[in-house]
């Protein structure tokens, strides 16, 4: 461990890193520029939550990374393995003892409280990127509050599909002002985001933005009177542990077309069947 | 002199920094509590806390701005040797360190650009005394409401009105801290004498 400086990053590059942090959860919403490193993984892979990770980690904390809501994916793992390795820090797959969360694309299913850090991984971390292709444009549309746009695209989700078909990366106002992209957590987790006793931080690696929400922010996912926002999931229980108010895989387990349905968080799946819950596909 | 400047900096840097950045963190993150920060022993006039939070956000990238009795040669000496911070007036500083009165006007600090609202300084106000209780702050990072004892009101209201522009404030006191970003509201507390309107 002592090859590397505390949670690899150099002193310098926390110091921008933690400027950057601050500055977001003083704008909720706006999207901070940060320089940001080369990490010992492909961007794509964690790289911006990793490095906000590591600028808010202390010795003391205990860390938890999900990727989809597993403990134990490949992302999950090896960026687990990777702090324990650099920064010393004891890691834990259960929800509420973890101090920092990193995620990928999910919020766990258990409350968060006031002693936690929720660290998103983001790919794109511009709302309206695919709107608008332009940097200077997105900027100027935000500094304009010019969000017509992101409800031009809801529209046209109704006129096609009947219904807002937006099931991911599902865009939210924050505090009345800024446009946010939560990162491709399911629409189902959009609620969450407001009024959370966590703190919440967003790093985006290859796109060099640092965003975040403190806690109790007003988050309101973006709709219309006529069509309101629903936080949706597949309709079945889960298979494993019976949750019915939980966000579910599909999981294909043969190849005559059977599938099963399991909670994606799977400490809170584990939990609840050692608590006794089960559920139909249950061993 | 010389000697004075060595001493006073964080002895393990890494895990000393983190656990300061947690405390300004979690202060920036829920306006009105306060925190504990050690690990800086800085030269008069700076207190402790304000010494911690200059070495832990501050280096040769963060041009900075010393107002009135932080401006001198002991605390010039100690932040050069310890972080390299550039100084400069405030029109052009990230960082500002001072009393209230000798920080302000606020007008003369970056407020950001609409398009870069982050381009902007925050000020690291040293207090004589610093608790929750006071004036009453509403938005995001407080549940209902809390209490800071700020040094005034009016500022901070027409600092918020500009949001996403404005400034953002760190409150130094001793070893605590406290802060209070843009996005926060500030009123006068109940039964003040001069009430100030909430904006």
Redesign the interface.
Known sequence: MTDY???YLD??T???I???????????G?Q??FASREMPMPYGWGTGGVQVSA?????EDTFKVIDQGADDTTNAVSIRTFFERTAGVETTTTTCDASVIQTRHRIPEEPLSEGQILVYQVPIPEPLRFLEPRESET??M???EEYGLMHVKLYEDISRHGHIATSYAYPVKV?G??VMDPSPIPKFDNPKLGDMAA?QLFGAGREQRIY???????VVSLDFEDHPFEASKADHPCGMCGAIDSYLDELIIDDTGGRMFVCSDTDFCEARQLAGHKGKDAA | MQAQALSGGFADPATQSAHAFRSIMEAMARPGTLHGVSGALPPAPLSRAAGAVLLTLCDTETPAYLAGGANCDAVHAWLAFHTGVPLVGPSHCRFAVGSWSALTPLSAYPIGTSEYPDRSATLIVECPELTDSGEILTGPGIRNNAALSLPEVAAFQSNHALFPLGLDFIFTCGDRLAALPRSTKVCAPMGATEVTPCM
Do not use: C, D, W
Not at chain 1, 18 to 28: D, E, F, Q, W
Not at chain 1, 55 to 59: E, I, K, Q, S
């Open positions: 400086n505390f949670a002193e310098q926390k110091r921008m933690r400027r950057a942090i601050l500055k977001g959860l003083a704008i909720p706006y901070v520029p600028a808010v980690l202390t010795p900027r100027k935000h500094s304009l505090e002002r800024y703190i975040a929400l403190p806690p109790y922010t007003q």
